[in-house]
C-alpha cells in the first residue's frame, strides 16, 4: 500500500524556517558550511517520503492512534514530524521542528 504524503502550509512554513534558521547560522560562523541547510532539508524531505510506504511505523503521539511523529536524524540530533494518517491512502503532515526545540510552533 501506498500513501499520498501531503504537507500543510504551517508544515512547509516549518521546512523554511528551519532552512533559514541552519543557513543564518552558518552565515555567521567562520568558515560555515553553507551547504548545512540545503543538507537539513534534504534530510527532512526523505524522511518525510518514507512515510508513503510505512506510517504506521512511527511512534504514537497523543491518544489518537492515527496522530504521529516521525524522528529524522541529521546530524548529532535532528528533526521531528508530526503527522496524521487521515485515511487508508493519506498521510497529512502538520509540523516539523528541530528534536532540541520544546514544541512545534
Known amino acids: 500500500m501506498t500513501f499520498r504524503v501531503r504537507l500543510t502550509q504551517d508544515a512547509e512554513a516549518d521546512l523554511k524556517r528551519l532552512f533559514e534558521f541552519v543557513l543564518e547560522r552558518e552565515l555567521a560562523r567562520d568558515g560555515g558550511d553553507l551547504e548545512l541547510a540545503t543538507d537539513a532539508l534534504a534530510a527532512i524531505r526523505a524522511g518525510i517520503a518514507t512515510l508513503k510506504s510505512s506510517p504506521f511505523t512511527c511512534r504514537k503521539a497523543g491518544g489518537s492512534p492515527f496522530l504521529r511523529e516521525l524522528i529524522i536524524p541529521f546530524g548529532r540530533s535532528g528533526y521531528v514530524a508530526l ?18 526545540e520544546d514544541d512545534y510552533h
Open 83 to 100: 503527522f496524521e494518517i487521515q485515511d487508508d491512502s493519506n498521510v497529512g503532515v502538520g509540523a516539523v521542528r528541530h528534536q532540541l
